[in-house]
């Protein structure tokens, strides 16, 4: 079992940056992958980015590459994810979730980011 809790949502304007925390408590974490999701109500919900808590492997969605960075600090067992050069359509709920397998079954409550234009 995992738990997981984001922060760090909230309104900038377009251009601006954010961060946004996922701190998870639970056994074994570093057999897990990490990652953030995004949801627009009306919408399929994106992958962002994610990353191997064992190794810090990251991985990214072309359309937050070079914007987006996932990091974690192994001492707070927190994943990051800094959002820099945010636009409009970034605006979304994000989600931070964990999997050992294919799939994420573990799941934070989301968090608002909205980007004004």
């Known amino acids: 079992q995992v738990q997981l809790v984001e922060s760090g949502g909230g309104l900038v304007q377009a251009g601006g940056s954010l961060r946004l925390s996922c701190a998870a408590s639970g056994r074994a974490l570093s057999r897990y992958r990490l990652g953030w999701f995004r949801h627009t109500p009306g919408k399929e919900r994106d992958f962002v980015a994610a990353?191997?808590?064992?190794?810090?492997?990251?991985y990214y969605a072309d359309s937050v590459k070079g914007r987006f960075t996932i990091s974690r600090d192994n001492a707070k067992n927190t994943v990051y994810l800094q959002m820099n050069s945010l636009k409009p359509e970034d605006t979304a709920v994000y989600y931070c979730?964990?999997?050992?397998?294919?799939?994420?079954?573990?799941w934070g409550q989301g968090t608002q980011v909205t980007v004004s234009s």
């Open positions: 990353i191997n808590w064992s190794d810090g492997s990251t």
């Open positions: 979730a964990a999997r050992i397998t294919t799939t994420y079954n573990y």
